[in-house]
């Protein structure tokens, strides 16, 4: 199988924003890689953790630094890879992928 960042069926797809917080990008302007899974038995805990290895390497590539240091610009980076990361791993719609996803997730409590 392959995904395409930006498509909800067939492959797998891992969407992201470069700049969360200075604008708001449409579906199209939305950088994407391929993630490639067909060679994987995602039913399998071996699969669904290499699976989860190449959609966290896809959504760091995909969510690259905008060239600015500071607390901003990484904060910027970092929910950029957790929205691709979360996104991708709905899309596959595995529920050992989910699970996996889930229990290395650190979440925090809205207020």
Not at 39 to 58: E, F, Q, T, W
Not at 59 to 72: D, H, L, N
Not at 83 to 88: M, R
């Amino acid at each position: 199988m392959n995904t395409t960042i930006k498509t909800l069926t067939g492959p797998l797809a891992i969407a992201a924003l470069f700049c969360l917080t200075t604008f708001a990008a449409t579906a199209g302007d939305l950088p994407s890689k391929t993630v490639f899974y067909g060679d994987l038995n995602v039913s399998s805990p071996a699969g669904a953790k290499a699976l989860y290895s190449r959609i966290k390497s896809a959504a760091r590539q995909v969510c690259p630094g905008s060239g600015e240091s500071g607390i901003t610009a990484w904060t910027n980076r970092n929910a950029c890879i957790a929205l691709a990361i979360d996104k991708a791993v709905s899309d596959v719609s595995s529920p050992l992928l989910s699970s996996l996803h889930d229990s290395s997730t650190i979440r925090t409590a809205s207020r």
